[in-house]
């Protein structure tokens, strides 16, 4: 039981993760574990437009986990270019020392949920990186390209990220998603390439 | 796909509503949609130890939609007396507005898992219960008893309120926090009855 607690009490961490996108009319930053919760509740919702079937109980469960690394690592804006690979290691090294505090039967089951949703070759991985992606464009788009502009993220950058992912897992976000941010960029609310 | 976004849009609100604890090493109070995460996580953690046999992906549906009515209602500790009555009514129709953004084939599966919760009459919403009433205690367990200090909750009304869920959902962790709870009443963590 003690190490139960020790684990739960280790996630509280993620509460002080912050992201670069904030809340619709908050001044702080969203944190990954509010973000989490988000996510998993758009892909329960999202559900019924997934390209492939999915267990969405499968999907969610990833979602909930899937930043746990950013415990050691803090978090890496989607559009960073470059660096991930050692990006990746460090996050394997945090999930791996986090839900190693868990006994193993128990810690085992999450950190393959971490890796499958890293490996997106399943397609509950893919429907769950679809979340991942939209939420903060969906954010962005709310709030007239908050993380965006304060980043200097061009509309060329934004699609070239998401577009793959949201489009092979949920084509018809993304057919969404494409009038939505062209509208955007004829707003001004991106930064220059 | 307008209506899913405008539902998940919505959802942002939840990050504003704050709660009584604070998360650990942080200066700001905690807010129910991190809280919801965290729960999630605690149970899918908790569920060996669970009394009855559960669905755990069930619960843990049940957890991330468990607050969403405090959306309109703000959040309400679990210590305070009376009142309970008209705070419930509020919330249902805080869910219904809500959840009725979804078309209806989504919306009322969610509303079916608040109600489920609420009714803490199924196993898997009497495990939900725990989880939920077991984690500002584990927090303040490890801040010193930081809510209930600033609150005035003495040892006497936390036990009055998390022992008989616990106890019924997950006889383990009530074994725990029993005599965690007594250590700290020596230590003088909470506030006079």
Known sequence: ??????FVLELDKLKGVTRKTRPL???RYENS????????????????????????????AMLLVHDIGEIDTGDTMVYTEGGWEERKAAELAAV????GILPESQGAPFLALWQEFEGAETAEARFAHVADRAMPVLLNLASGGQSWR???IS???VVRRIAPPIKAGCP????????????AREKGWFGAE
Chains 1, 2 share one sequence.
Not at 96 to 99: L, N, P
Not at 172 to 183: I, K, T, V
Request: without cysteine; hydrophobic residues 45%.
């Open 1 to 6: 039981m003690q190490r139960i607690i020790d």
């Open 25 to 27: 009319g908050l001044e």
């Open 33 to 60: 574990a509010e973000h989490s919760w988000q996510i998993a509740l758009l892909a329960a919702s999202l559900a019924p437009y997934a390209e492939e079937s999915i267990d969405v109980s499968h999907v969610v």
């Open 96 to 99: 791996t020392r986090i839900f």
């Open 150 to 152: 304060e980043n200097g």
């Open 155 to 157: 509309h060329e950058r």
């Open 172 to 183: 018809a976000l993304w057919g969404y998603l494409e009038g939505r941010l062209a509208e």
